[in-house]
């Protein structure tokens, strides 16, 4: 399976203020995604990053507040703008485990953001 | 969308009995029905995972079962051990969709 590194691990950040999380694979994928998990929550997807194309974001979360890259086919950054004390949560990258579309994701280790 | 309702959300066991965890789906045509265990401060891990050309799935001792007709499918693990303790999630999908979770289930395996 592929393997994620996605940082940072954690940051401490001022409200009002930007934090982007990079996550490089290991190689080539398709499909990536980004989570969020609130604490003791489970996960809630919040875009798919194309390659070449805008990410496709689920009801409840924009552009504006989450901007999404995908430069090529083994990075994502997910930015979360204008930082209030309610983005305070776990970020997670993830990729589908292989070439066909039926295998399991695989995380990254995940950004604990903490807003104050 | 799909929609996937899991129970229970806490689950104590003692340590060597069983534990069966249940989810439904809503999306008749998801065909896809991972696993994933949480443990405190770490990423989800997959753990085992079904196709909906597949009844059961057995790994050591951990079990999955579907029934497609009732959209149900359901996680076994016999003989619980400490490191059994995590939170579980169960997922469905179909195709290229993306991941849906459900909400989760604490387990807790008392020595």
């Known amino acids: 399976s592929a393997v994620i590194s996605q940082k940072p691990s954690r940051d401490i950040c001022q409200r009002g203020t930007s934090l982007t999380i990079q996550c490089q694979v290991d190689s080539q994928v398709t499909m990536m995604f980004w989570y969020r998990q609130q604490p003791g929550q489970s996960l809630t997807l919040i875009a798919t990053?194309?390659?070449?194309?805008?990410?496709?974001?689920e009801s409840g979360f924009v552009i504006d507040k989450f901007p999404i890259s995908r430069p090529n086919l083994t990075f994502s950054t997910l930015t979360v703008s204008n930082m209030s004390p309610e983005d305070s949560s776990i970020y997670l990258c993830?990729?589908?485990?292989?070439?066909?579309?039926?295998?399991?994701?695989?995380f990254g280790s995940g950004t604990r953001l903490t807003v104050v | 969308g799909e929609n996937v309702e899991q129970h229970p959300s806490t689950l104590s066991v003692q340590e060597g009995d069983s534990a069966v965890i249940k989810c439904t789906y809503s999306?008749?045509?998801?065909?896809?029905f991972p696993w994933y265990k949480q443990e405190l401060g770490k990423r989800p891990q997959l753990i085992i995972d079904?196709?909906?050309?597949?009844g059961e799935k057995k790994d050591q001792r951990i079990a999955v079962t579907l029934n497609k007709t009732a959209k149900h499918f359901s996680l076994h693990i016999t003989e619980t051990q400490p490191e059994d303790s995590a939170v579980y999630f169960c997922a469905a999908k179909q195709g290229n969709t993306p991941l849906v979770f459900g909400k989760g289930t604490r387990l807790s395996v008392i020595a």
């Open positions: 999306d008749s045509a998801s065909n896809y």
């Open positions: 079904i196709r909906s050309n597949v």
């Open positions: 990053a194309n390659q070449g194309s805008e990410a496709t974001y």
């Open positions: 993830s990729v589908d485990g292989g070439q066909l579309a039926n295998y399991g994701y695989t």
